[in-house]
């Protein structure tokens, strides 16, 4: 835990802060805060800022609604910013945007969407899929899914296994990395629809993950007897 008293505000009193999406690691915003600031981010786990152009204390979402639930505040290694991951309540951008970083400079790589980092996607595919079973429209394969219940999902996860299996063997004893791939999204996809369906939440997941990584060895499962080697 750090000390707040121990950050280095600027000469202005202020501390650039990263704002972060928890569940998918995009950068929303790059706000300051003063002292006030950052104690009301903590004390109320919403974000809270300074503007320097107005020269007033603000609440993100007061008057919009897109408030901002922070989950946890870091610091970096000098004390002199902060990183700030929240869950978002709508949008970050005053102009409607997702994020404030919607823009690039240069030339966009020519593959659509090539540019989106990977928790973006899984978190707009979780989107879906919790629609789809939510509002269940007429024709998707996803409401098909649901429609038809767990021993279906369970079903269509065995035969997306195997086949990503047998991508990885190949035909001549290579793996197939396109087939690889493919396999690879259809089991994952199918993953996540089971879990919306007996109620798991990909954050769940997330932080199975993390608590894993606090040790040097990843375990597929850990109990009472288990034993780590190595």
């Given amino acids: 835990m750090i000390d707040p008293e121990a950050l280095s505000f600027d000469e202005k009193g202020l501390i650039p802060a990263v704002v972060q999406d928890a569940r998918t690691g995009e950068v929303l915003t790059v706000a300051y805060m003063n002292r006030e600031a950052l104690e009301r981010t903590l004390a109320e786990k919403e974000t809270w800022f300074w503007s320097r152009s107005r020269a007033v204390l603000w609440h993100k979402g007061e008057t919009s609604g897109n408030t901002q639930r922070v989950v946890e505040v870091r610091v970096d290694c000098d004390g002199d910013a902060l990183l700030v991951r929240v869950e978002p309540a709508g949008p970050a951008c ?7 970083f919607y823009r690039s ?6 593959e659509e969407g090539a540019d989106r980092p ?6 707009e595919l979780w989107e879906t899929i919790d629609e789809r079973y939510r509002t269940r429209p007429e024709g998707s394969y996803t409401t098909y899914l649901f429609e038809q219940g ?5 079903k269509k996860i065995g035969e997306e296994a195997t086949e990503t299996i047998v991508a990885a063997k190949g035909k001549t004893g290579e793996p197939d990395l396109a087939e690889v791939r493919y396999e690879s999204a ?17 954050e769940d997941v997330w932080q199975e993950l993390r608590s894993r990584h606090l040790v040097k060895d990843v375990s597929p499962r850990k109990g009472p007897g288990f034993k780590r080697r190595g």
């Fill in 118 to 123: 990977p928790q973006t996607v899984l978190a």
């Fill in 94 to 100: 005053h102009t409607g945007e997702r994020t404030c």
């Fill in 150 to 154: 767990l021993d279906k999902i369970l």
């Fill in 105 to 110: 400079l240069g030339e966009p790589d020519e």
């Fill in 186 to 202: 259809d089991l994952l996809y199918h993953l996540m629809v089971l879990w919306r369906q007996v109620g798991l939440q990909p």
